[in-house]
Structures are given as structure tokens and as C-alpha cells.
């Protein structure tokens, strides 16, 4: 096993081992693209979702949220185009009948499957005579609808059907005349909003990287298209600086401008953002410039105006819309790789997540030095308590000597551990610990806040 998979595989039992990430339907053997977030997994990805949300919204002024149903009404998907384009290449071993992403299958024989069509990736399948993982011949080669399909009601035929949403995008792009009406915003404004769609992946893979059910963090920003340039400058700094708060190294963090032929179908210019991942370089957010693809779509399909008239006067028209689109589980796994740290202290290995401060799923840890003191338990419940108040994500922990007890929280990210002792008895100090350091310092308990926050 290469470093990269090894570091993949100890990030994956340090996220199962420290309740950070399970395996969805773990006790009757899983299921396929699907993870649960643990009680520290969901505690750090509402915090990156958090932060997220002030980043963008919170601290903005043309911003606003919407919260929008995952299921839409299928003339939704219809008019967007997913229903006839949101396909993915798939190729079939003829003898297991398993299926696989096609593209996949070139890029792990070291082919660049990039502005190549179904025809031609399954041409150099053959030409090369590449065979499935299980050494057998592939078949025909298929576009499959990534859309999960269901119905509504008690009858099941097609005037039923409905899909669980593929994007967030489209409930915003259906409540932009709603929200034009009741606010009247100036233009330009986005509209942004956190939550789940649903891929039917061929082949989900790399841990919550490719999954069937993933939850986005997005805006639609709607523009005058005289400006579409300069506005999209503006989302490519933003974006910039939004993986700088989050943590993720400048270095690590790649632009890539995204060639005519491979752009998404509604784009005119599109900017992925890539993650340097153990296992690869791939995707963790990106912006597209849609034009008026989605509003002109639904305006035709609904026979509602989909148009704003400007405050200053002028003629109605369909805005333009800048989409920056981040992964929210792709960023969980990326803070975590990125944390993912193993060092020497006090002759020993350790292994830690050096998680910035802001994300982290526990703040500050707070210990008596001994359990069975009930005066030493009885003060350091009391600092607990004041911490929690202000930081909220503060645990107390008394299990094991202390030694023990700094190695599990530096495993969790845990950035500042305080620990209450006999002389915080008689001189009201504290000890304050530094996960990355291990440097320790003596804190007044009055001080203590105020040093935590520095």
C-alpha cells in the first residue's frame, strides 16, 4: 500500500475510532456511497457550514438565504435540462454485470478521459484492451441519468413520478420571482442556501468524497450581464479568501479554468477549485457563470416572468447568474486530511488533527488532575461550566491519568486543554495546554476567557 492510501486509511479509522464518521447502515453491512456523521463529524461540519453561512451571507448585504424542498415539481428538472442531460459514461463488465464510470476506468489505466465522448472513451477501452477489475471483457458503453427517481401519493405510474433534487441550485432559481416580490432587492444580490442533493453515482468512491447523498453549500448570484466579468472576479477573490478562513493551505488549493467542451451545458466560463486530497488532486468547490440559462428556461416552461425591473427605471430583463458552489462534505474531508498530523512528543509517536480553532468540534477540554478529589472535581466543574457558557463545544473529561487524557484529545482537535490542580486550590491558576505545541502555561481562571480567545 502506497503513503497515500495509508494516510487515507488512518484518516478513515481515526474518523470511525473518535465518532467522527461512520459507515451508513453499519450493522447489516453498509451501503454503497452512504456515510453517517458522527457526534463530532456533525459538530465540525455545522461548524464549517456556520462559518460558511457568516462568510457569505451573514456579513453581507446582498445576500440572501432560502431553504427550498428537496422534492420539486419534475417540470423543474424538465426545464433545467438535467432530465435529459445529467448523465454519466458507464461501461459493464459481461460477466459480473457490475457497472462503472467510464471516465474512472480511463483515468485509473492513466488515460485523460477530458473532452472526450461516450464513443471515444469506449473506443480506447477496446484499443487498449482494458478489462475490469475483475480481469473481464467490458461491454457497451451507456450515459446513465444520475437522478434518483420516486413517486408522490398512493399511485405509482408516471404522472407520480418525482426526483430527489440533483442540485440545490434550481429552488433558488424557482423562488427568485418570490423573493424579488417580497424584498425588492438591488441588483446585483444573491440568494444562498446548505443543503442536501441526491446522486445515483455508478461507482462511489475515495470515503465521503463521491457519495449518492451530499450536502452543498451555494449561491446564486444574480447580475446585470454588462458586468458578468467583473462580478466574477469578485465571487474568485471571495472564494479565495473563504479557503484561507476555513484553513486549507493557499498551496494546496488549486484553480483550474475549465475549457469550452467540458463545461457544463448552461456555462459560459466555469473555474473548478481542487484539493490536493491523498488520494489525487480533485474538486472541492468551483463557479460557474450560468448567463440567464435557468430563469429564461423557466420563465418559457412556466409562462411566469422570471424578470427584474430596474429601481432607476428601464426595461424589465432576465438577470445573469455567477454560481460559486463548494462541497460541504468534501470540505469536512479536506480540514480533516489537512489536519490529519503525526508527530514525536515525549519520545512517542502521536498522532493529532491540527484543526484551526474555528472548526474545531471541541473547543477546549477541562480536567481535574485526579478523579477522586472531590475538591479538585468540584473546581474544575465550576471552570467547565463558565467555559461552556462562553465557547459552547467544551467537554469535561476525568477518564484516565492525564497523559491519557491529552493524547485523546489531541487525536479529536481539541486546540486548548485546562487542567484544574491543587495549586489552582490556593492561587486560583489553571493549567493551559496547546495541542501543537504541548507548551503549558499557568492562567489565571479570571483571565481564562480572555486568553482562550486570543
Known sequence: MDSQNQQMEKIISLTKRRG?????????????????????????????????????????????????AILMNPKVWVASGHVDTFNDPLIEDVKTKKRYRLDHVLEENGINPEGKTLDEMAALVKEKGIKSPEGNDFGAAAQFNLMFKTYVGPVQDETSVVYLRPETAQGMFTNFRNVVDSLYPDLPFGLAQIGKSFRNEIAPRDFIFRVRELEIMEFEYFINPENWEAEFEKCLNMSREWFKLVGLPIEKVHEREIPETDRAHYSKRTVDFEFAYPFGIKEIGGIAYRTDFDLSNHERASGRPQRYTPKEGGTPFVPHVIEPTFGLDRHVLAV?????????????TRVFLKLPPQVAPVKIAVFPLLKNKPQLVEKAQAVFMELKKEFGMVVFDDNGNIGKRYRRQDEIGTPYCVTVDFDSLEDGTVTVRDRDTGNQERVAIAELSARLKQ
Open 20 to 68: 467522527f464518521i461512520y459507515q451508513g447502515s453499519e450493522i447489516y453491512g453498509g451501503l454503497a456511497g452512504t456515510w453517517d456523521y458522527g457526534p463530532l463529524g456533525v459538530q465540525l461540519k455545522r461548524n464549517i457550514a456556520n462559518l460558511w453561512w457568516r462568510f457569505f451571507v451573514e456579513q453581507r448585504q446582498d445576500m440572501y438565504g432560502v431553504d427550498s
Open 336 to 348: 480533516l486530511a489537512n489536519a490529519y498530523t503525526e508527530d514525536e512528543m515525549n519520545g512517542e
